[in-house]
């Protein structure tokens, strides 16, 4: 077995996972690197899920019977979850969504409902990157087509990072909100926060991060990262589908209107107007995802309890390991950084002249799953010139050998393709 310094206990962890003790196609090893897509989850967060269902399931903050207590407490105690793992100044701070895609959506609209000094209108910018998500595109799309509003964008060097040249070009007097992904769920490159939110800061931008590909991997700190917003979602960090996390500065968001209207937001209601309860219930119309973010406060548990300084070691030597192995495949050309510095754990890559599709075919053949596609960044394979392409990529229990069954399986790609 391949001995690589930094590495968790993924023997025993991977014990917290059922579904890594699957087998496929007649009998083949489930090799998962498909991380970035979404995660597995631990036994201790099904469990969760389960003792909520079986013994706590009710709806939230309206009942005043045992059960509806019960669930409340569960919920709102997933929040005080939340906060202290972003570091969060306040609980309220933390809205839950749906998913990061809802919650950057939901600044989206908020900027496009605001009164001045936050309101996006025609006169005003909106500045994102080349590299993002389409999360992170579209609704900035939207919103500029709704407004007139210009949409602004920073471009791609060849290496795969953002190019600053021209940043004062880019984020001028006239920006509003600045957007955009703090690692790249297709590059993994690790994006330049500070310089960035400088300038914002300078111009008086707002700025909203897209920490999906992040928070499931190192620490993060809200306070530090001093931005404005930060979006993330739950099923990427052990946490079930169906919930994420947009937090925002207590002021703004005392400040901004709500998106969504419906019960629970509301503090009074007449047939003639309403008015709307404090953040964060401003922003949590309707019956939230009570399960679901009882699921991700178990996974928060969880990975507290291993240690986020410790999860982000981990992935980074595997990075290392995997780089330097999938140097060695012929013909393979990894798109974005080339090193393991300053890039996350999901590697995207071409291979010779044989399309992605294939290659994620061959390989789940192999029992071993990665995604293949535009994986919701067109504009980058746009810029780079490529149809798609695969990426592997890694999590808390991934290991060495997994990334030497994807190198075989590699090269059985390249020998069926001949």
């Given at each position: ?22 087998q496929v196609h007649d009998g083949k ?320 890559f071409t291979l010779g002249d ?65």
């Amino acid at each position: 077995m391949t001995q690589l310094p930094g590495l968790l206990d993924t023997e025993a962890i991977r014990k917290d996972f059922p579904v890594l003790d699957r087998q496929v196609h007649d009998g083949k090893k489930l090799v998962y690197l498909d991380n970035a897509a979404t995660s597995q989850k631990p036994r201790q967060v099904l469990d969760a899920l389960n003792e909520y269902y079986e013994r706590h399931n009710a709806n939230v903050h309206r009942g005043v019977h045992v059960l509806a207590e019960e669930a409340t407490a569960l919920y709102e105690g997933a929040r005080d979850k939340v906060a202290t793992f972003i570091n969060a100044p306040s609980r309220d701070e933390v809205i839950f969504t749906k998913n990061a895609s809802e919650s950057l959506n939901l600044v989206a609209n908020m900027l496009g409902w605001a009164d001045e000094p936050y309101r996006v209108d025609h006169e005003t910018e909106i500045v994102i990157t080349e590299m993002e998500h389409h999360s992170n595109i579209v609704p900035w799309q939207l919103l500029s087509q709704r407004t007139g509003a210009k949409l602004k964008w920073f471009g791609l060097t060849d290496d795969g990072r953002l190019d600053l040249s021209n940043i004062d070009e880019i984020i001028t007097e006239k920006t509003k909100i600045v957007s955009f992904v703090l690692v790249s769920n297709i590059l993994g490159t690790f994006n330049p926060v500070e310089a960035i939110i400088r300038r914002a800061q300078e111009v008086g931008a707002l700025v909203c991060i897209d920490a999906s590909q992040a928070a499931p991997h190192m620490p993060l700190d809200v306070q530090a990262l001093q931005a404005d917003f930060v979006a993330f979602t739950g099923h990427k960090m052990c946490a079930p589908t169906g919930v994420g996390i947009l937090w925002g500065r207590q002021e703004l968001l005392e400040d901004l209107p709500p998106f969504l209207g419906g019960g629970e937001m509301i503090e009074t209601v007449s047939m003639h107007s309403s008015t709307y309860a404090p953040a964060p219930h401003k922003f949590e119309a309707g019956t939230p995802p009570i399960a679901q973010a009882v699921g991700l406060g178990a996974a928060i548990d969880y990975l507290t309890s291993i240690g986020m300084e410790k999860v982000a070691a981990h992935e980074h030597a595997l990075t290392e390991y995997a780089v330097k192995r999938l140097s060695e495949v012929p013909d393979l050309r990894i798109i974005g950084p080339t090193t393991a510095e300053e890039r996350g754990a999901a590697i995207s890559f071409t291979l010779g002249d044989i399309h992605p599709h294939d290659v994620g075919q061959v390989l789940d053949e192999q029992g071993i799953a990665v995604r293949v596609g535009h994986h919701c960044a067109r504009p980058v394979c746009l810029r780079y010139g490529i149809p798609a392409t695969t990426r592997a990529s890694f999590y808390l229990y991934s290991t060495p050998g997994e990334i030497d069954a994807l190198v075989e399986g590699l090269d059985y790609v390249r020998n069926f393709f001949g």
